[in-house]
């Protein structure tokens, strides 16, 4: 079973609109930590963001959101009045304590194509 | 800010040649990791290294890989004898401790020709 799911595999939407990407996950621990990261067409991997499995609070960075729901084990993530340059692969992470370290999982990433 | 720098940005190399991938982690960092992405698809891990020592490695990371941190700097991945599907894109990462986000370097795009 798929630790991370991120069922949308490819999203298109025109500048200024407003996209959701979606981000179920699952694990058996109690103490986890969730990550979003974004890989623009140049390919490197950038961190975005981290929550705890205690913080159920919801975040808001500039025009991303986060909403974190651990009653549907859901960290979704939302762009507000999209940008061209928000065009992207997004991917969403868990990490869980492995022994003397943590392994993290990535789902299979998210295209987004904001079009001008 | 410091960053996980990784040379060369591409490597070209013919099956069955060895190679070695580098990376040097964030200097105060203590967990480092090699993950490999096929064009297009997802994150793969394959190894993650704390404290001298693999302290796990996927069915990925089989007998061809392997692993060193020679000089307290530079975090090294090396394939033995390359395969054609060992090509992809390689990213080294590390972490300062065990719970915070993986710091990636640009990749070392590897083509088996």
């Known amino acids: 079973a798929q630790k991370v799911t991120q069922a949308q595999t490819e999203i298109s939407v025109v500048e200024k609109e407003d996209v959701t990407l979606d981000c179920v996950y699952e694990t058996r621990d109690t103490t986890y930590y969730l990550f979003w990261y974004k890989q623009p067409p140049s390919g490197e991997l950038v961190f975005l963001i981290r929550?705890?499995?205690?913080?159920?609070q919801n975040e808001i960075s500039g025009r991303y959101s986060w909403n974190f729901q651990k009653s549907t084990s859901s960290f979704n993530f939302t762009i507000t009045a999209s940008q061209v340059v928000d065009s992207a692969v997004y991917f969403c992470a868990l990490s869980e304590a492995r022994g003397n370290f943590n392994k993290f999982y990535f789902g299979s990433g998210t295209k987004l194509n904001v079009k001008p | 800010e410091p960053e996980v720098t990784q040379t060369p940005s591409h490597q070209v190399t013919q099956m069955g040649q060895e190679v070695i991938l580098r990376c040097v982690p964030i200097s105060n960092h203590l967990y480092f990791y090699w993950y490999r992405q096929i064009l297009g698809q997802k994150v793969e891990f394959l190894v993650s290294f704390y404290n001298n020592e693999i302290s796990e490695k996927s069915e990925i990371f089989d007998d061809q890989f392997s692993v060193e941190r020679p000089d307290g700097s530079n975090f090294t991945l090396k394939i033995r004898s390359t395969k054609l599907e060992d090509s992809a894109m390689y990213f080294c990462?590390?972490?300062?401790?065990?719970?915070?986000?993986?710091?990636f370097g640009n990749g070392t795009r590897l083509t088996v020709t």
């Open positions: 990462a590390s972490t300062w401790d065990r719970v915070s986000p993986l710091h």
């Open positions: 929550r705890n499995s205690f913080d159920e």
